[in-house]
């Protein structure tokens, strides 16, 4: 599905029909039963439960509200960051992934788990449906509300909800691919939502990623250093690994990029003010992005 223009109404409007044509897959965040839209607004359960569509066709689906430490000025400089071209190799490299495995021209879907503002999964959708016999539903889903809006104001060929990944509003077998890129896991329910053949493609840190924030920031602490060795083991007691992709390159930084960089990792939540202000005099001209891609199936 290609990018166009939408105007607010119509976002509602055009996820609740994308809803309605992909049936049975979301699932009450309450009590499990199937779920659908009414009246292009809503949102209803079997059992009643109810959430509304909002304008700009996003759907809030978490059963309590929540404060996260992801806040807008993350994802407005997340935005930014994202904007200058800084992860562009890493979608790149992650539709690479996919495009492997796409062999029939039937519709697949994609979930963002962890989506924040939704750049990740709106490019690598951009960039796989270049090929015309591609067809992919993309949905995000994260429990920052901030992220959601964002990302639904921007991108409407997605559907994108507010919602845990603990607890994904999503039934069971759903998903061709999940995405989960610098974000928190829950394996147990990336299973339950996942095809029997599908393909979790999740991106983590390698010790180097912005190695020139983390040694300034963090200097003579515990968080100077990291390792990625328990996650990746963590993954492979949940999936099949069966590729992990390194990616490391350095960009260079324009100056007014420095300061969304440091707003945009929560590298920066730990960080004293006397750090962050000597980072932003200091003048940075590159920083180093290390990721690993774990590219995991069922079995
Ligand atoms: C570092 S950000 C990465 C966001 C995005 N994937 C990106 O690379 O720009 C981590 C994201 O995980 C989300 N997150 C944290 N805990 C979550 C949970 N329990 N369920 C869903 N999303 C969660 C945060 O709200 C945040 O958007």
Redesign the pocket.
Known sequence: MGRFFVSENGKRALSASLISQNDNLFRCPICSNSMKVIELKRFVCSSNHCFDLSKSGYVNLLTHPLK?K?DKV??DS?RII?DSGV?APLDIAISNVIIETLKSDDCKKML?????????LSKILSYLTQDPYIRLLGMG????KE?IVLASKQYSESLWSV????NLPFANNQFDFII?????S?YDEFRRVLTDDGLVVK?IPGSDYLQELRSLLHRNTDKSVYSNESTIGLFRRNFTLVNIEKIRYKFSLESPLIEPLIN???LSWSATKESVNEVLGMGLKNITIDLAILVGTKE
């Open positions: 996260t992801y993350m994802f997340r994202f992860f963002d788990a962890g989506c924040g503002e939704g750049s990740h889903v994260d429990i920052s992220g919602g845990d990944i603990a989960n890129i610098l974000s928190p829950n991106v945009m990792t929560p």
